[in-house]
């Protein structure tokens, strides 16, 4: 299955991966955890930030995640940028998708900015930031929403999370 994780920069979705990791690891061999960051490190390839080199960067994890997926893997993808078409691939491409929409506003992630990249875009020395010059899709119809600028501890987050995916709720009801 794929656990699509989606939401801007410094919205939690990273932290909220890796404790959804963390609380599965236990319970569920084959977890692939797929950050945006890491996969972009990973090709090095000199791929941009524009808004087309972004869709490149979706459509490569897609396809990533849905090969891991059939290979019965649990997959958690984490990427700050996904439009309503890409986002519809994922459902229509991906069997046992789960979207969970870590939601933000622009104030929360422009007050914690942990990159650095709202004020550096603010300030012009940057630009394609996905809710500064580039729309910030929110997804039209997850399966979850976590109110992000309400934050909680990661791990329980992540349980509450888990509990909400048929899929994986079994594996930690118990726990």
Avoid at 139 to 166: F, H, Y
Wanted: glycine content about 6%; proline content about 4%.
């Amino acid at each position: 299955m794929v656990i699509w994780l989606t939401g801007l920069s410094g919205s939690g979705k990273t932290t909220l991966a890796r404790a959804l990791h963390d609380l599965l690891a236990p319970v569920r061999s084959g977890l692939v955890l797929l950050d945006g960051d890491a996969v972009r490190e990973a090709f090095h390839d000199g791929l941009g930030y524009r808004e087309s080199d972004r869709i490149v960067q979706v459509t490569r994890v897609q396809k990533i995640a849905r090969l891991l997926a059939e290979q019965d893997l649990v997959v958690i993808v984490c990427l700050v940028y996904a439009n309503a078409d890409l986002l519809e691939w994922n459902r229509s491409h991906i069997a046992n998708y789960f979207e969970v929409h870590v939601k933000a506003s622009v104030k929360t992630v422009e007050a914690r900015d942990n990159k650095g990249l709202y004020r550096a875009a603010r300030r012009g020395e940057i630009t394609d930031v996905v809710g500064v010059d580039i729309p910030a899709w929110e997804p039209t119809a997850p399966d979850l929403i976590v109110d992000a600028d309400r934050p909680e501890e990661p791990a329980v987050l992540a349980r509450r999370v888990a509990l909400e995916i048929p899929m994986i709720a079994s594996l930690v009801e118990g726990g």
